[in-house]
Structures are given as C-alpha cells and as structure tokens.
C-alpha cells in the first residue's frame, strides 16, 4: 500500500504529527488543561472555515484563530474562577461562526467534512512540508524548554513561586498546544482533536513513573494509534479518524486496568 503516493505522504504526515501530539499531550494533561485543548479545536474549526471562505488553506486559518485564541482567551480561562464556563461560551461562539463561514463559503461538503473528522489521504507535498516544519517546531522549542515546561506542568504550584518568567512560560505553551491542536486537526479533524492529544497522554500516565517515560509512552501510543489506522482504512475503507479513536480509546480502556 505504500506504493502510493498519497500514503507515503499520510505516513510521514501522521507520524509527525503522532510524535508531536505525544510529546504535548502529557503537559497538557498533567496541567489539566485538556479542555480548553478541546476548546482550541473548535476554535480552529471556526479559523478553518473562515479560511475556505477566504479561499485560503485551512491550515493558515486554523493557526492563525488558534494561536491568537490562545493568546487571548486561554489567559482568561486559566486564570478565572469560572474558567469552565467562560471557555464554553468561547466555544458556542466558536462553532456558530465555523457554521456561518462554512454557509457562506462556495466549498462543497466535502471541504467542511475534511475539516470536521481530518483528511489525511488527501494532503499532499506541500502540506506535508507545512506539517513538517510545524512539527519540527514544536518538537524543538519543547525540548529546548523541556525543563521550565515541566515545571509548569507538573508542579505549578511551586514554579508559580520558583519561575521568574512564569506569565511567558505559559503563553509559549499555549502557542504550543494551539500550533499542535491546528496540526493535529489535519489527521483527525477539529471535532476529534482531543484523541491524539490526550487519550495517549492519559494512557502514558497509567504507566510511566517518569516524565520522560510518561512522554515516550504517549509517543509510542500515539504513533502505533496513526500507523495501525492506516493500515487498517487503506484496507477497510472506512475513515483515518475512526480507527484512530478506537484504538487509542482501546489502550486508555486497558490502561485504566492496571493499577499504579
């Protein structure tokens, strides 16, 4: 199957964006921040959709709503009390003007469809270099702040106390979590976003004892999660996203067994 070129272009897109998802996914949960992630997608939901209306690539539009959302209103919902609330009514917001974009757009449904559940089979070089070099990114600017992020991360009680530079700590994170969440969504799509980014994470953390176990087994999960649903929707016709879900639904399940 990897004599076509549309699943080597999947193949190298979904790993890197597997990988990706794997090493943000554990601060995102140990932050608890998992639902302003979810949060991010539908956000970017509305930027993809505005960018067909545009007649852009949606993944400028997903970027550009997500990283500014998450400049402006992840602030907020961190920090307030109803922090909840406030971030479901973003997200109402959100998914209205995705619809009203999408209404007004001259795309078929396909296009809206692709941006809902992920159109991986249909990306091609040039999206596989925009995915790589954002990918790469990412990766990079973790690693090279792997250790105030894990701070912030995993004990933000005491780096609120410890971290001089704790305010722009968090914003990069945040620009983080929203390139990875506009990245991702070309996998799973905007409605699915939260599969590769926390059903691993989650699952790691059932059986990592370190940080960097706990980041490695997310990877692993989120990896074999995208190369298996390959696999198996070349061959069974059914979509990417779906068997990705099951699958990494499928680990979590079993690692919530096992006792820590």
Same mark, same amino acid.
């Given at each position: 199957?990897?004599?076509?070129?549309?699943?080597?272009?999947?193949?190298?897109?979904?790993?890197?964006?597997?990988?990706?998802?794997?090493?943000?996914?554990?601060?995102?949960?140990?932050?608890?921040?998992?639902?302003?992630?979810?949060? *991010?997608? /539908?956000?970017? =939901?509305? !930027?993809?959709?505005?960018?067909?209306?545009?007649?852009?690539?949606?993944? #400028? +539009?997903? %970027?550009?709503?997500?990283?500014?959302?998450?400049?402006?209103?992840?602030?907020?919902?961190?920090?307030?009390?109803?922090?909840?609330?406030?971030?479901?009514?973003?997200?109402?917001?959100?998914?209205?003007?995705?619809?009203?974009?999408?209404?007004?757009?001259?795309?078929?449904?396909?296009?809206?469809?692709?941006?809902?559940?992920?159109?991986?089979?249909?990306?091609?070089?040039?999206?596989?270099?925009?995915?790589?070099?954002?990918?790469?990114?990412?990766?990079?600017?973790?690693?090279?702040?792997?250790?105030?992020?894990?701070?912030?991360?995993?004990?933000?009680?005491?780096?609120?106390?410890?971290?001089?530079?704790?305010? *722009?700590? /968090?914003?990069? =994170?945040? !620009?983080?979590?929203?390139?990875?969440?506009?990245?991702?969504?070309?996998? #799973? +799509?905007? %409605?699915?976003?939260?599969?590769?980014?926390?059903?691993?994470?989650?699952?790691?953390?059932?059986?990592?004892?370190?940080?960097?176990?706990?980041?490695?087994?997310?990877?692993?999960?989120?990896?074999?999660?995208?190369?298996?649903?390959?696999?198996?929707?070349?061959?069974?016709?059914?979509?990417?996203?779906?068997?990705?879900?099951?699958?990494?639904?499928?680990?979590?399940?079993?690692?919530?067994?096992?006792?820590?």
């Amino acid at each position: 199957m990897f004599n076509f070129p549309f699943m080597q272009h999947a193949l190298i897109a979904g790993t890197l964006i597997a990988i990706m998802s794997g090493l943000i996914g554990p601060f995102i949960v140990a932050r608890r921040m998992s639902f302003l992630a979810h949060t *991010l997608s /539908e956000i970017g =939901f509305a !930027g993809a959709s505005f960018a067909l209306f545009m007649s852009w690539s949606p993944l #400028v +539009g997903m %970027l550009l709503f997500s990283v500014v959302a998450s400049m402006s209103v992840g602030g907020l919902g961190i920090k307030e009390q109803r922090s909840e609330s406030l971030i479901s009514a973003v997200s109402a917001v959100a998914i209205g003007l995705g619809i009203a974009f999408l209404s007004l757009s001259d795309k078929n449904a396909t296009a809206a469809t692709g941006i809902l559940f992920g159109s991986i089979f249909s990306i091609n070089k040039g999206d596989v270099l925009e995915v790589a070099i954002l990918a790469i990114l990412v990766i990079l600017v973790t690693l090279l702040m792997f250790r105030p992020l894990r701070h912030f991360a995993f004990d933000y009680t005491t780096a609120s106390f410890s971290l001089k530079n704790l305010q *722009l700590i /968090e914003v990069l =994170f945040l !620009g983080l979590m929203a390139v990875t969440v506009a990245v991702s969504a070309q996998v #799973v +799509g905007s %409605l699915l976003i939260f599969i590769l980014m926390i059903l691993p994470a989650s699952s790691a953390m059932r059986w990592g004892r370190t940080v960097w176990q706990i980041i490695g087994l997310s990877i692993l999960f989120a990896v074999v999660g995208v190369w298996l649903a390959l696999g198996l929707s070349f061959w069974l016709d059914l979509p990417v996203s779906f068997f990705i879900a099951l699958i990494e639904a499928i680990i979590y399940f079993v690692s919530l067994s096992r006792k820590k």
